[in-house]
């Protein structure tokens, strides 16, 4: 099972967070209740991060795939980041 580099933790999965703008409308119903009609839905970034330490561990689906697959070692870079 891989490790996480930032907390040394065996983990056996990754969270997925996607950042995204949202554009709503807001108006009151026939019956004065607020109500929320979605507009648009813009993906605008993936992370990967650690289950244990939400540490950014990825950027991309397949790194993260291969860390699970024990395929690929984390980047320097996000190790010491």
Known sequence: MPKCPKCKKEIAQVLRCEMANVVSVMYLDEAGKVRLKEQSFEPEAVEFLC???????????????????????IPVALVRG
């Open 51 to 73: 289950p244990e330490c939400n540490q950014k561990l990825f950027d991309y689906s397949e790194d993260a795939e291969n860390f699970l697959k024990g395929r690929d070692q």
